[in-house]
């Protein structure tokens, strides 16, 4: 069974510093990983995924990821961050069939 | 045009009550999801379907049962609503399922 782990409840950056959102997942076989951003009472937002191909994806507002097959990782990154980037974010993960699991999410608090 | 909409917003109900919530995607997607978010956001997926058949079918309690009267709707009946199942109600759909996932703004269920 595949499993994530985000091991960060809250990251704390200041306003144009780099942001790291640290993921680690464990899928047999080849995984799908995404991420994905919450804002207040709102819907899921997809931000970006990795399926294969370059390790490094570009995704939405800026934010880019790592995949990293030896440490089972899938950072995300943002190099400078914005006070609207205050959000909850979650990594996931699935293999082939689909049945995606949500890490527990971490609070990104960007101050002015 | 909203992609995911669900409906309603916000259940308030008794203990022992029936309650539905719609679940509606203009995207042309193959797959639909239920998925419940606790109130420490934890997220967790319920049902999927594809092309109108469950796939996905996780240890629910048989008082929660999902509808799915085509590819662009899935609806869910809860029976018999007890405390615990308080929480916000997430209805997503993808292309196929590794796509990535669409999210409605969700429906917050609280029962009293």
């Known amino acids: 069974a595949q499993s994530v782990a985000q091991p960060e409840d809250q990251v704390n950056v200041a306003e144009g510093n780099p942001l790291t959102v640290k993921c680690t997942y464990s899928v047999s076989g080849n995984p799908y990983l995404f991420w994905y951003v919450q804002y207040p009472n709102r819907g899921l937002q997809f931000l970006l995924k990795?399926?294969?191909?370059?390790?490094l994806v570009k995704g939405s507002y800026g934010f880019e990821a790592e995949f990293n097959k030896s440490q089972t990782s899938f950072h995300l990154k943002k190099p400078s961050a914005l006070v609207s980037d205050s959000a909850l974010y979650f990594c996931?993960?699935?293999?082939?069939?689909?049945?995606?699991?949500f890490g527990a999410g971490t609070q990104v608090v960007v101050t002015p | 045009d909203t992609a995911v909409s669900q409906t309603p917003k916000y259940l308030v109900t008794q203990m022992g009550n029936d309650k539905s919530i719609k679940c509606e995607q203009n995207l042309g997607h193959d797959t639909m999801y239920w998925y419940k978010q606790d109130s420490k956001k934890f997220l967790k997926i319920m049902f999927s379907y594809n092309n109108k058949e469950l796939i996905i079918n996780e240890t629910v309690p048989n008082r929660f049962s999902p509808k799915s009267p085509d590819k662009a709707h899935l609806n869910l009946h809860i029976n018999s609503l007890e405390l615990g199942d308080s929480a916000v109600y997430f209805c997503a759909s993808s292309q196929g399922p590794t796509g990535e996932l669409f999210f409605g703004e969700g429906s917050r269920l609280t029962v009293l």
């Open positions: 996931a993960a699935t293999d082939s069939w689909g049945k995606l699991q």
């Open positions: 990795y399926i294969t191909g370059d390790n």
